[in-house]
């Protein structure tokens, strides 16, 4: 695996994004918290209404990323070895042999993940957590990378099944959409009559070993230890809320420094500001958040308890500038690519 540098993991996340973005359109926010989930080694929760890019935007990222890609449409009647596959017994042969499941990819789209039952939320789970899969007492090691980019309705209950507090906590982030801008949609519209076919077919920037190698380089990454304290004083917070029945586990903190990683080196910084935390704290933090049932009719949720924590817990100061915006460019940051970089380009 060839090492790269941090300049080059930036630049290349940049090429990244602008590619995905020729797709899911006008979503740069979103999509950057997506990429730094994947460039973290995690796993992300798309939740949002029906039409808004999920499924098209875990298509896009399998295709720019060069990784092989398999789609699960969750159904109450999805068996775990509809995932991880089975043993079938080969007449030639005269012996079983494995047949792999869909979770043998290196990105897998969980469609509707909350409709299933969760005997094979279960599975799932395993995979996500262990990287791998236990079949009939063997066991099966899945292949680097591997990401789940799974997706649930937040307003249709019927006939689901809420992931359990331990399955959501696997996932490293919680993303939405949400609607776009009568531009944005219109810019949707444009393109489907220009492209003349459904199909959108987008090119593949980077591969697996590439991606493996900009995994390994956000490893050497600075983080001070102003800025790690200040990760689990966020945590801690959610804990303590006069709100929350549950906050976020140790898993949480640790997430919040590993994707605010990811986060600074697609802006274009080869260390962590305590900015970069809070902007990805409520994408990391609001899923890992049970509030106490008396207030499930109120506007009280994960996301407003994050709001409220970054608004009460004291900011390190250590860092110069205090106030960085993604793509901003100060002494011994990387100085190419990130999300800034695009915009200066493009004239937004």
Request: include cysteine.
């Given at each position: 695996?060839?090492?790269?540098?941090?300049?080059?993991?930036?630049?290349?996340?940049?090429?990244?994004?602008?590619e995905?973005?020729?797709?899911?359109?006008?979503?740069?926010?979103?999509?950057?918290?997506?990429?730094?989930?994947?460039l973290?080694?995690?796993?992300?929760l798309?939740?949002?209404?029906?039409?808004?890019?999920?499924t098209?935007?875990?298509r896009?990222?399998?295709?720019t990323?060069g990784?092989?890609?398999?789609?699960?449409?969750?159904?109450?009647?999805?068996?775990?070895?509809?995932?991880?596959?089975s043993?079938?017994?080969?007449?030639?042969e005269?012996e079983?042999?494995?047949?792999?499941?869909?979770?043998?990819?290196?990105l897998?789209?969980a469609?509707e993940?909350?409709?299933?039952?969760p005997?094979?939320?279960?599975?799932?789970?395993?995979?996500?957590?262990?990287?791998?899969?236990t079949?009939?007492?063997?066991?099966?090691?899945?292949?680097?990378?591997?990401?789940?980019l799974?997706t649930a309705?937040?307003?249709?209950?019927?006939?689901?099944?809420p992931?359990?507090?331990?399955?959501?906590?696997?996932?490293?982030?919680q993303v939405?959409f949400?609607?776009?801008?009568?531009?944005?949609?219109?810019d949707?519209?444009?393109?489907?009559?220009?492209?003349?076919?459904e199909?959108q077919?987008?090119?593949?920037?980077?591969?697996?070993?590439?991606?493996l190698?900009?995994?390994a380089?956000?490893?050497?990454?600075?983080?001070?230890?102003?800025?790690?304290?200040?990760c689990?004083?966020?945590?801690a917070?959610?804990?303590?809320?006069?709100?929350?029945?549950?906050?976020?586990?140790?898993?949480?903190?640790?997430?919040?420094?590993?994707?605010?990683?990811?986060f600074?080196?697609?802006?274009?910084?080869?260390?962590?500001?305590?900015?970069?935390?809070?902007?990805?704290?409520?994408?990391?933090l609001?899923?890992?958040?049970?509030?106490?049932?008396?207030?499930?009719?109120?506007?009280?949720?994960?996301?407003?308890?994050?709001?409220?924590?970054?608004?009460?817990?004291?900011?390190?100061?250590?860092?110069?500038?205090?106030?960085?915006?993604?793509?901003?460019h100060?002494?011994?940051?990387?100085?190419?690519?990130?999300?800034g970089?695009?915009?200066?380009?493009?004239?937004?």
């Amino acid at each position: 695996m060839t090492e790269l540098q941090l300049p080059q993991v930036s630049g290349l996340a940049a090429d990244i994004l602008d590619e995905v973005e020729t797709a899911v359109i006008g979503k740069r926010r979103a999509l950057v918290m997506v990429l730094s989930g994947i460039l973290a080694g995690g796993h992300v929760l798309l939740e949002d209404f029906p039409g808004l890019g999920k499924t098209l935007a875990a298509r896009s990222f399998a295709q720019t990323l060069g990784l092989d890609f398999a789609r699960a449409q969750f159904t109450p009647d999805l068996l775990p070895a509809d995932l991880t596959g089975s043993f079938i017994f080969d007449q030639r042969e005269n012996e079983f042999s494995f047949r792999k499941g869909p979770l043998f990819t290196g990105l897998l789209l969980a469609d509707e993940i909350n409709r299933t039952p969760p005997k094979t939320q279960a599975a799932l789970l395993e995979a996500m957590q262990e990287r791998q899969v236990t079949v009939e007492g063997e066991t099966f090691e899945l292949d680097a990378p591997f990401h789940v980019l799974a997706t649930a309705n937040p307003v249709e209950y019927e006939g689901t099944y809420p992931l359990p507090e331990a399955q959501l906590d696997r996932f490293m982030l919680q993303v939405s959409f949400g609607y776009p801008t009568p531009d944005e949609e219109w810019d949707v519209l444009h393109r489907r009559l220009d492209r003349r076919r459904e199909e959108q077919t987008l090119r593949p920037v980077i591969d697996s070993a590439t991606l493996l190698a900009m995994q390994a380089a956000i490893e050497r990454v600075t983080v001070d230890e102003s800025v790690g304290r200040y990760c689990v004083a966020l945590a801690a917070a959610t804990r303590s809320h006069q709100h929350v029945l549950m906050g976020s586990s140790p898993r949480g903190s640790l997430a919040l420094m590993l994707v605010a990683r990811s986060f600074a080196v697609i802006a274009g910084r080869d260390f962590v500001t305590p900015e970069d935390v809070k902007a990805v704290a409520p994408t990391v933090l609001a899923h890992r958040i049970a509030v106490k049932p008396e207030l499930w009719m109120s506007k009280v949720s994960g996301a407003t308890v994050v709001d409220a924590v970054l608004g009460s817990t004291p900011v390190p100061g250590a860092l110069e500038p205090g106030s960085l915006e993604p793509g901003s460019h100060v002494p011994g940051s990387l100085g190419t690519g990130g999300l800034g970089d695009r915009e200066e380009r493009t004239g937004s």
